[in-house]
């Protein structure tokens, strides 16, 4: 019963590129919540979503920032133009649904030179 | 808004001694609350959780205490061992939205 499953788990992007982080839930979790932390902090909420459908977005910033959830295939977290202050780890949970525990994935480090 | 936040950043513990960690809290419509386990280089790890509807959870060499009246959580680990090395987060929800995250505490075990 594999876990939640990102990729990569590292990533390596020059300013102005785009990058997308992928996140697989655990089977049969429809909660998907993604994770920005910084070196040495807690986590930051970004985005909640259900399949095909955004729950909050209240962490996420107004531009460039942008995830999805497709019916099929993974959760998209999705960068553009990034900078080098959007280095960090980005960590995505699942969930069965409400109450429970969420589960994590082993995180994308990005890294913008 | 709501908000997180822990009274410890770091805790030193001789291997063998108990470990008491802390989590303070300021919403009050909070449900579900929860310890997760983070080691470098790694994604947080559920430890154990409680619900607004207890006051006392215990696992294997764990023990999460829940305050509602002074809003306060702690998580408490029997025998600390050099495996326990690491931050941890507390974690608290509310129906219909995201786990939110105190700003951690590290752990250190001194053999």
């Known amino acids: 019963n594999a876990g939640v499953m990102q990729n990569p788990r590292h990533l390596v992007r020059r300013r102005g590129q785009e990058a997308r982080l992928r996140c697989s839930p655990m089977k049969g979790h429809s909660h998907v919540y993604w994770y920005r932390q910084l070196p040495e902090e807690g986590l930051k909420f970004m985005v909640y979503?259900?399949?095909?459908?955004?729950?909050?977005e209240s962490g996420m910033p107004k531009e460039r920032f942008s995830a999805e959830f497709p019916k099929e295939g993974p959760s998209i977290l999705r960068i553009q133009q990034v900078v080098r202050g959007d280095s960090a780890a980005y960590f995505c949970?699942?969930?069965?649904?409400?109450?429970?525990?969420?589960?994590f994935g082993q995180g994308t480090r990005l890294t913008v030179v | 808004g709501e908000s997180v936040g822990l009274h410890l950043p770091t805790l030193s513990v001789q291997e063998g001694d108990n470990s008491i960690i802390n989590c303070a809290y300021s919403?009050?419509?909070?449900?579900?609350f929860i310890w997760y386990k983070q080691e470098s280089g790694k994604g947080p790890q559920f430890i154990i959780d409680i619900r607004s509807n207890m006051d006392k959870r215990q696992g294997q060499r764990v023990t999460v205490l829940l305050n509602k009246t002074v809003k306060h959580l702690s998580l408490q680990i029997a025998a600390t061992q050099p495996g326990d090395s690491a931050v941890y987060f507390c974690a608290l929800g509310a129906a219909g939205n995201k786990l939110t995250f105190g700003g951690g505490t590290r752990v250190l075990v001194k053999p």
């Open positions: 919403n009050s419509a909070s449900d579900y």
């Open positions: 949970a699942s969930r069965l649904r409400e109450g429970t525990e969420a589960f």
């Open positions: 979503l259900q399949k095909e459908n955004i729950i909050d």
